[in-house]
């Protein structure tokens, strides 16, 4: 038997048959990752039942040196949740910790398996009355535990924060096979380093999480949706700034979407309908929420938010939504976007952040530079300006070859953007992570003394490398 | 010369003559703590002039393997920032570091030096209509670097969180003399671990703080402050959650004192007076706040939520403050009962917490155990109920000498509270850190999953062991 075989059949004991295969056909969904960009191959998938068998089966690997790949729902955007090619590791599925609750209604929380499936978790919130605030295009893949690897963002964190804001506890297992387990909340706790931050964020490579308390919020009773047109993006952010002002907390989304993006999404799906008769430079999609004790005064104070923007010049036009499904539809738009401007041909995707006031005279400034560097290419922008965070999408010239493209002027045109926000003082991963995608450029432009903390970090948590290698930090 | 000789000389030429001092006189009141609990000895007070000086300081410490006790305002409680007594540890103040802003009106946060004094930061604030809201006994000395270190709480809590919260951006020096500065905010950044979070609570022992850039909130228009009387602990807590549900957000503090107390507080300053006219089991205090857009309505929200309350038999007699002048006296009664209970005779005191809903019960047993298993004692509870965070303080028996009763006695019965707090699920310390103090308590009720983490940590971040040693963790 060889090294691997040792350590499966022991795996194979420990997990029993719902717990281990090796066939390829149940492997192979989990080796690609869900965009096809990245595939890597694995010596077989484990789904531990829980934390117990995970400590177990990570203390096994330490054992056999075998490298653990955790993964959830397999919705991430930066292969960080896929293996490599070498075959090596152990692909490690948290999908079956599914447990949900029971629900803390006195204290709004509710403790959750890392396997829970977000879409899932609004609804068990939903059916009492309670609402989990952090929602994203993926939520019914995401997980729980991937979206805490990740500190997942989404279109709700102007006001509710990303996924760190939500955990209230948290259980990981370590590379030696030991438990961290701060699941019970306590809203004062100073008993040194809050290390449940360690295992947010950090893309499994400092431990596996297997279990997480969360925060909920009361219902929400009523929300307002408005499509505006504005003249520039920087009467956009005016117009943050305006509302932000008159309805304060209740503001939960503020997007910005430019007219070509608008007009990718009609070619892309003819079915769509502008909200409004004219066109725009910009459009904002601006979300008002209240629950059940300021819902009856909602209506009034979104009108008057919008009467004063009109009547300061700061938008040109604007639909408030009439129906639920009318709303919905104002998302759709928005939501569209990115797929409409796949469809148009390879395109380098950007998920950059600079700081909030920073945001209109970036993105001028970007996209007129990248325009300028590489003749033919059509940069846009659109995303979540109320957060400082905008995906930067730059589109080939057309009749460009996918992989060539890609493989040159695309790169380069990424590092391109990179320095340009690195310069601006932004980040190159606003929401999406690090994963196996940008380890290099994170390498290349990152603060040397964040760095060396994150790798001193590392090797001190997971000293012979066992967990997700290669991503985030580079092999050493 | 000595190897400190060497090392104080040329900590001397870097500093110059500000910035360094050996003279006893001017040292003594840096080598105890406030409450004169603990006191060290130290080669001499260094107060570099930014976080360059410091950062070369720290290289040169490391150089000659000196050790480091930095230093914010001395107002600690556990003896966090008091060097031991070896006397082989250089004391570092952080006042001079003392600078604040500009304000950032627009998106409303500050950048402060470490050395900035908390009630310094709250006038700025409220200079140009913005509010800090974290706010403690101690403001007139406690520095912003301090309160990050320890992860401060105080009164505001419930609603506005404890530093961490509040903590934007941040700026540290490393123990190999490196600076980490993460100082402009990104409302989103997925770049791997968020290290700052490392520095936040870990009490000089893996960094230095330096400045940080922290969130500012709205001005306060109007507040109400209610002292109501109630006949449990138990009726407390269920006044609690329905002021939670009748005015939302708005509720920022809610204290509890227990009749005692009250009586306490008499004795020890007879000027003072009830605000009710009869005598109550517990006594809660309550501030509930607004902004400019909601104070109309807020003396109105208050006075439904106490009618309900006193309907529902929720408590026995309440009264509102009147004016702002009373409501400082509603306060000051909270603020006198540690001073009052200290008069009564040596005692042993206990910032803990444990679930917020465990806390009525586990108040009324600690205290019927304590006095059980230690007759003569008598054990008082007060403080944060909204935060599941009860300062609680057992009494000598009258006539009991201080050092003797605090060294045989007292020391056992602080044990016997931390143990019953650790089965409770608790922390044995809520808000005023580890320090030396509560040393080997956490190392002998601590997690081990916890402790072996702080520890991988301290020894990555920290090899030589030069920052604050002895502190949080046990020297190795």
């Known amino acids: 038997m060889t090294q691997n075989d040792t350590f499966l059949a022991a795996a194979a004991a420990l997990l029993g048959p719902r717990g281990l295969t090796c066939d390829p056909d149940l492997l192979a969904p989990w080796l690609t990752d869900w965009r096809g960009r990245y595939t890597g191959a694995a010596i077989g998938l484990a789904s531990p ?27 991430g955007m930066s292969g960080g949740a896929t293996p490599d090619a070498s075959g090596a590791s152990l692909l490690v599925s948290l999908r079956r910790m599914n447990t949900i609750g029971p ?103 400092l431990g596996i999480v297997t279990a997480a308390t969360l925060k909920l919020e009361p219902a929400r009773a009523d929300r307002r949706v408005v499509w505006a047109g504005v003249e520039s993006i920087q009467a956009a952010r005016a117009l943050l700034l305006h509302a932000e002002k008159a309805v304060g907390e209740a503001l939960e989304g503020f997007e910005v979407i430019p007219h070509p993006s608008l007009e990718a999404v009609f070619d892309y799906a003819p079915d769509m309908r502008s909200p409004l008769e004219g066109a725009h430079e910009w459009y904002a999609l601006i979300e008002v929420v209240a629950d059940a004790a300021d819902a009856p005064t909602l209506g009034e104070r979104v009108e008057t938010m919008l009467a004063e923007a009109f009547e300061s010049g700061l938008l040109q036009d604007a639909a408030i939504a009439n129906s639920e499904s009318q709303a919905e539809a104002f998302w759709g738009l928005r939501e569209t976007v990115p797929m409409a401007e796949r469809s148009k041909g390879p395109a380098m995707q950007h998920d950059i952040s600079v700081p909030v006031e920073k945001m209109p005279d970036f993105i001028t400034d970007a996209i007129a530079r990248v325009e ?51 310069q601006w003082g ?51």
Not at 113 to 126: K, S, T, Y
Not at 175 to 184: E, H, I, K, Q
Not at 430 to 456: F, Y
């Open 372 to 422: 300028a560097a590489y003749p033919g290419v059509h940069a846009v922008a659109f995303g979540h300006l109320g957060d400082g965070n905008v995906h930067f999408h730059v589109i080939s010239p057309p009749g460009s070859e996918r992989a060539t493209w890609e493989a040159s002027d695309g790169k380069a045109i990424s590092r391109f953007v990179h320095d340009l926000v690195t």
């Open 49 to 75: 039942a829980d934390s117990g068998e995970l400590a177990r089966l990570v203390a096994l690997a330490g054992e056999h040196n075998v490298t653990l790949v955790p993964q959830g729902g397999n919705s």
């Open 103 to 205: 629900i803390d209604l006195e204290n709004r929380r509710v403790t959750c398996g890392a396997g829970v499936v977000l879409q899932n978790l609004h609804e068990a919130a939903e059916a009492v009355g309670l609402r989990f605030p952090l929602t994203l295009g993926g939520k019914g893949s995401a997980t729980v535990g991937g979206l805490i690897s990740t500190n997942a963002g989404g279109t709700q964190v102007l006001r509710h924060g990303n996924m760190r804001s939500q955990v209230l506890g948290l259980e990981a297992v370590l590379a030696d096979g030991s438990v961290y387990s701060a699941l019970t909340p306590l809203k004062k706790d100073n008993r040194g380093f809050d290390l449940k931050q360690l295992f947010i964020g950090s893309e499994g490579t």
């Open 426 to 476: 932004g980040s190159l991963s606003a929401e999406h992570g690090i994963g196996q995608m940008k380890v290099g450029e994170l390498q290349r432009l990152g603060d040397p003394a964040s760095l060396g903390l994150m790798r001193a970090v590392k090797s001190a948590l997971d000293p012979k490398g066992l967990l997700n290698p290669g991503k985030l930090l580079p092999l050493v």
